[in-house]
């Protein structure tokens, strides 16, 4: 079983907002006998992510959860792009980087190197922070705005989670296939399996503000047909059940 680090976020900053959704910050205790795994779920985005073993990193977007694993008195810091924000401001196509990790030199260019130097060389996890949505400024200098269809996909889907595709294309005024090619560009995958990622995370968040409620509770108002389907979907797309998520985001 993975075990919990400390995980907190910040919001992006004004210049940046319309491609990014946080800054994010994760550490493990310095007297931790071994390495601590951070649970990491899928929910549509992209990230730019600095770790001492692996470097700068592009990262997702994820179909399925995987485990980062932080060391003892070590940290992780990142940037979560909204959906579609990484192709507009990285220049990264979203289809190729699905559920990988890819070196940010490989994936953004030259430019990300000088960048990954300067991580590499702070000491403290928020003056990484400070460097990372410094240099993602520098880029949104002209750059181009994230396709407002796949933000009004992501949000549409967010807020209604039983929302079906075909509907959802209808609203829209647009077929399943066109509205299908804009998110695959924009987020890596499919609108339905973007609808299923924001379900799962709509019903964690909902358990989290709302303790009272019961797993059965949260399914209904989630989108699930039952709680079973909840915890089915949620086995596919974490690896655990709703319960074995207590310290994941």
Same mark, same amino acid.
């Given at each position: 079983?993975?075990?919990?680090?400390?995980? @907190?976020?910040?919001p992006?900053p004004?210049?940046?907002a +319309?491609?990014?959704?946080?800054?994010?910050?994760v *550490?493990?205790? +310095?007297?931790?006998?071994?390495?601590?795994?951070?649970?990491?779920?899928?929910?549509g985005?992209?990230d730019?992510?600095?770790?001492?073993r692996? &470097?700068?990193?592009?990262?997702?977007?994820?179909?399925?959860?995987?485990?980062?694993?932080?060391?003892? &008195?070590?940290?992780?810091?990142?940037?979560?792009?909204?959906p579609?924000?990484?192709?507009?401001?990285?220049?990264?196509?979203a289809?190729?980087? @699905?559920d990988?990790?890819?070196?940010?030199a490989?994936?953004?260019?030259p430019a990300?190197?000088p960048?990954?130097e300067?991580? *590499?060389?702070?000491?403290?996890p928020?003056?990484?922070?400070?460097?990372l949505?410094?240099?993602?400024?520098?880029?949104?200098?002209?750059?181009?705005?994230p396709d407002?269809l796949?933000?009004?996909?992501?949000?549409g889907?967010?807020?209604?989670?039983?929302l079906?595709?075909?509907?959802?294309?209808?609203?829209?005024?647009?077929?399943?296939r066109?509205?299908?090619?804009?998110?695959?560009? &924009?987020?890596?995958?499919?609108?339905?399996r973007l609808?299923?990622?924001?379900?799962?995370?709509? *019903?964690? +968040?909902?358990?989290?503000?709302?303790?009272?409620l019961?797993?059965?509770?949260?399914?209904?108002?989630?989108?699930?047909?039952?709680?079973?389907?909840?915890?089915?979907d949620?086995?596919?797309? +974490?690896?655990?059940?709703?319960?074995?998520l207590? *310290?994941?985001?």
């Amino acid at each position: 079983m993975a075990d919990p680090v400390a995980y @907190r976020e910040r919001p992006a900053p004004p210049e940046l907002a +319309a491609w990014v959704e946080c800054a994010w910050e994760v *550490a493990a205790p +310095a007297t931790a006998s071994a390495d601590r795994l951070h649970r990491v779920l899928p929910d549509g985005c992209i990230d730019l992510v600095f770790r001492e073993r692996e &470097g700068l990193q592009v990262a997702g977007p994820d179909t399925r959860a995987f485990l980062a694993a932080i060391p003892a &008195g070590g940290s992780a810091v990142g940037v979560r792009m909204r959906p579609g924000g990484a192709p507009a401001l990285l220049g990264v196509p979203a289809r190729a980087l @699905r559920d990988s990790r890819t070196r940010a030199a490989e994936a953004v260019g030259p430019a990300a190197a000088p960048l990954e130097e300067a991580l *590499a060389g702070a000491a403290e996890p928020g003056t990484r922070t400070r460097l990372l949505l410094a240099w993602l400024a520098e880029r949104a200098r002209g750059a181009a705005l994230p396709d407002p269809l796949v933000e009004a996909v992501a949000a549409g889907l967010g807020a209604r989670p039983d929302l079906r595709v075909a509907g959802l294309a209808r609203d829209l005024g647009l077929g399943e296939r066109h509205l299908r090619r804009r998110v695959v560009e &924009g987020v890596g995958y499919g609108p339905k399996r973007l609808a299923r990622v924001l379900r799962l995370q709509g *019903a964690l +968040a909902m358990a989290r503000r709302e303790p009272r409620l019961g797993w059965s509770r949260v399914a209904v108002l989630a989108g699930y047909a039952d709680q079973a389907h909840l915890v089915n979907d949620c086995r596919a797309l +974490a690896g655990v059940p709703p319960s074995g998520l207590d *310290a994941a985001r």
